[in-house]
């Protein structure tokens, strides 16, 4: 299957920006929030430069170890036309498992796959599976930073109350498909629910990517529905910049060889 990269100059229609404004980056860190983009585009580097705003598309480049980083919030897709080869989601997420704890981080190695826009690159019967490499150079940053984490699966929604089995929603109706769907994750093992990685994952897989996804605990779906106050994402956003600059890193290194 070839492969059609943009040409550097072109701006491409849907981020926004063109291949030449990248400096050659080939990692993108991938927040689903256009506000926290600058915020992490500065803290994981000491160099952070604006390059566009468009549609859903916010995006900055950083440096890590010297070297040309995106940072780009998410939207319908376009970044592998650029020269983008490995991405990072970078998100918050809640847990419905007791024993990971509030401002904790997750490493998602797999994902369960409730969305839909995945089934567009792959059938249902092929899995959301992140890198290799990605993930474990995630995990040995973790490590390395001393950051409370946990390795395993998440449940991919595509709607952030019924598909997650809420019914603090205006009507509080969620449809029979995903009623006893939390328990039913809960004994399997799966960690969390959010709303990205197993379309990054499927997507990323089909298009000869690699991804992972480390994503900060904000909701502890085991006590309660409500989002944690701000000092908790504020814990878990500095541990995952920590892990995220880190696996960047290693993963550059490994590059360099």
């Known amino acids: 299957m070839s492969k059609h990269y943009a040409a550097p100059e072109e701006i491409l229609y849907h981020v926004g920006f063109s291949a030449q404004q990248l400096q050659g980056a080939t990692v993108a860190v991938l927040p689903g929030d ?21 549609r859903e598309y916010t995006s900055w480049l950083t440096k890590i170890s010297d070297t040309p980083v995106l940072v780009c919030s998410t939207g319908m897709g376009g970044l592998a036309r ?16 007791e024993k990971v704890n509030l401002g904790d981080i997750i490493i998602d190695k797999a994902a369960v796959r409730l969305d839909g826009t995945s089934q567009h690159y792959a059938p249902l019967e092929f899995p959301a599976v ?33 598909g997650q089995e809420r019914y603090d929603s205006f009507t509080g109706y969620v449809p029979r498909r995903f009623r006893g769907t939390m328990q039913e994750w809960q004994a399997l093992g799966v960690l969390n629910y959010e709303m990205e990685t197993s379309a990054l994952f499927v997507t990323s897989q089909a298009l000869g990517l690699e991804a992972g ?33 880190g696996a960047v890193e290693l993963l550059l290194a490994a590059n360099a060889d």
């Open 82 to 97: 650029m020269g983008i080869k490995k991405l990072i989601r970078f998100g918050t997420t809640g847990t419905i498992q």
């Open 130 to 162: 992140a890198s290799f490499d990605v993930t474990t150079a995630l995990v040995v940053a973790a490590k390395s930073a001393g950051a409370p984490y946990h390795l395993g699966i998440a449940a991919s929604s595509d709607t952030f109350w019924p």
């Open 213 to 245: 996804a480390v994503c900060g605990v904000v909701v502890k779906r085991t006590q309660s529905e409500s989002v944690a106050p701000p000092d908790v994402y504020q814990r878990a956003f500095g541990y995952m910049v920590q892990v995220t600059r």
């Open 34 to 54: 256009p506000g926290r983009v600058e915020p992490l585009a500065k803290a994981l580097g000491s160099y952070a430069s604006f390059i566009a705003s468009h």
